[in-house]
């Protein structure tokens, strides 16, 4: 008898459940709040630990391959006096050693990806009918939407994003906290920046209290930038998509160097985000229970300094569809299959939670500890940088 998972949230982290679990051989029903499949943002930067499974499900071959990136190399600049403090090189080498490449992407490319392989594999798509609730019954969970009540599953994935509705299904921890820092990124197209600051590479500009990075996306023909910095924002913290003006971002910026101050100048609008995390998870009951599995965003919010949110919510579903590939109910029934799910997830994600927390304190530095990143950077530039535990 075929099983079906039902599916949360019409995310990058529930589009690749869906499509996980029609690779495990299981219906897949996807419900979605917004009337329509998209997604905003801008940027994102995919390591091999990302890429190797987006090359297994194919879709690596056609639009998301020609609108993706490979730069050759990341480069890490001190955001005060502009000095060079270290490069890991990102090109072939780089792919060979991990056996797949390190990619840049527009967040909005990689989901259309996403939903053209879910949607031809055959899962049932549901715009504008959010989940209210879940119930979990003997042989199944049901699910009550916008829309109708009862709809019943095998299992389901919770994807819905930072501020969840359904997470206390699995875990009651409350709202997710604020980390203090803003989130500003913005486009601009390449062929209308001076050359000087056009670029193929990743470049990280560290600062006090914030960093910039650039990036290329869509075949290098838009510059990609995000300015962290840190700050509070009135209002409903649920907006995560603030208009915000150049001037509010410059003001913000502090004691920095003249490249960067050009760089942040260049772009014609931002957008600003209000980051959100949670504490590493802790244990595997903070990522499934029964027939309930939290995956990316609704699972382990995370800053975004070792670029890996995306990348977290891809490894969640791959690995969802291999418990769900031998989740047949005689030998394998489905809470012991998403139990052995959590298992094997929730170490790895704390790992990376922690790593991108600590990150953000060593780029934002100040006074003895930036002088001491910097020397440890002029040093021991591409030890430091390359990330063998996170990208094999």
Do not use: K
């Amino acid at each position: 008898m075929t099983r079906e998972l039902l599916v949360a949230g019409g995310g990058i982290a529930g589009f690749a459940a869906a499509l996980a679990a029609r690779r495990a051989g299981w219906e897949a029903r996807l419900f979605e709040q917004a009337p329509e499949f998209s997604e905003v943002g801008a940027g994102l930067q995919l390591g091999p630990n990302a890429t190797r499974i987006l090359w297994e499900w194919g879709l690596l071959e056609g639009a998301l391959r020609e609108q993706a990136v490979a730069p050759p190399r990341l480069r890490v600049r001190d955001g005060a006096d502009g000095a060079d403090l270290g490069a890991l090189p990102l090109g072939g080498d780089f792919e060979r050693r991990y056996g797949a490449p390190y990619l840049t992407v527009h967040r909005a490319d990689l989901h259309s990806a996403l939903v053209d392989g879910a949607r031809e594999a055959g899962t049932r798509l549901h715009p504008g009918c959010r989940v209210l609730a879940a119930q979990e019954r003997p042989e199944g969970v049901a699910v009550q939407t916008e829309r109708t009540s009862g709809v019943e599953g095998d299992a389901l994935a919770i994807a819905d994003g930072v501020w969840s509705a359904l997470r206390a299904r699995v875990v009651a921890d409350g709202p997710p906290r604020s980390t203090g820092h803003l989130a500003y990124r913005g486009l601009v197209r390449q062929q209308d920046l001076p050359a000087a600051l056009r670029s193929e590479e990743v470049t990280v500009w560290l600062a006090p209290r914030m960093h910039l990075v650039t990036y290329p996306v869509r075949g290098g023909e838009w510059l990609n930038a995000v300015c962290v910095v840190q700050g509070t924002q009135p209002g409903d913290p649920r907006d995560w998509d603030h208009a915000a003006s150049q001037a509010q971002l410059e003001a913000a910026l502090g004691p920095v160097c003249g490249a960067v101050r050009e760089r942040v100048a260049s772009v014609p609008s931002w957008r600003l985000w209000v980051l959100h995390a949670r504490p590493p998870v802790a244990s595997a009951e903070q990522m499934a229970h029964g027939r309930l599995a939290l995956l990316g965003d609704a699972a382990h919010p995370m800053r975004p300094y070792l670029a890996q949110g995306a990348a977290m919510a891809i490894e969640d579903a791959r690995e969802l569809q291999r418990v769900l590939a031998v989740a047949d109910g005689r030998v394998l029934e489905v809470p012991t299959a998403l139990r052995r799910y959590a298992l094997n997830r929730w170490q790895r994600v704390a790992q990376v939670q922690e790593r991108s927390r600590r990150n953000g304190t060593v780029f934002h530095a100040t006074g003895a500890l930036r002088l001491a990143r910097n020397a440890a950077l002029r040093t021991l530039g591409t030890r430091l940088l390359d990330q063998p535990w996170l990208y094999r």
